[in-house]
C-alpha cells in the first residue's frame, strides 16, 4: 500500500508565499513523475508543476516565474515554492506519483490534497 500526504496549505495575502510538501510512503520501489496540481471551486483539475526522477520540470503558463517544484528522491517527497501568490490561486492542491511498487507495479497515485486560500 502507498500513501502521498501533502502539508502545508492555508491562508495568505495575496502576493505572499506557501510552500508545499507531499511525503510518499509506503510499498516504493522507486519514484518517476512527481507533480502537483490543483482544482478550484467549480472548475476541473489542472497541472500546476510536474517534476521527473531526474530534476526535469513542467509549469503551467499560470505559474511560471511563481511556483518553483523541486524533490527529494531519498526522502520520496516533493515540494512546491509558491510565491507571489494571486487570488486565483485558490484551489486544492493534489499530488501525483507514477511510482514502481516492490511488486514491479507502476501505479499511479494521489493524495488527498490540501486547500489553499488567497484572500486579503
Known amino acids: 500500500q502507498v500513501q502521498l500526504v501533502e502539508s502545508g496549505g492555508g491562508l495568505v495575502q495575496p502576493g505572499g508565499s506557501l510552500r508545499l510538501s507531499c511525503a510518499a510512503s509506503?510499498?516504493?520501489?522507486?519514484?518517476?513523475?512527481m507533480g502537483w496540481y490543483r482544482q478550484a471551486p467549480g472548475a476541473q483539475r489542472e497541472l500546476v508543476a510536474t517534476i521527473t526522477h531526474g530534476g526535469t520540470t513542467n509549469y503551467a503558463d499560470s505559474v511560471k516565474g511563481r511556483f518553483t517544484i523541486s524533490r527529494d528522491n531519498a526522502k520520496n517527497t516533493v515540494y512546491l515554492q509558491m510565491n507571489s501568490l494571486k487570488p486565483g490561486d485558490t484551489a486544492v492542491y493534489s499530488c501525483?506519483?507514477?511510482?514502481?511498487?516492490?511488486?514491479?507495479?507502476?501505479?499511479?497515485?494521489w493524495g488527498k490534497g490540501t486547500l489553499v486560500t488567497v484572500s486579503s
Open positions: 501525483n506519483a507514477a511510482l514502481f511498487t516492490t511488486t514491479l507495479t507502476l501505479m499511479n497515485y
Open positions: 509506503g510499498s516504493i520501489l522507486s519514484i518517476n513523475a
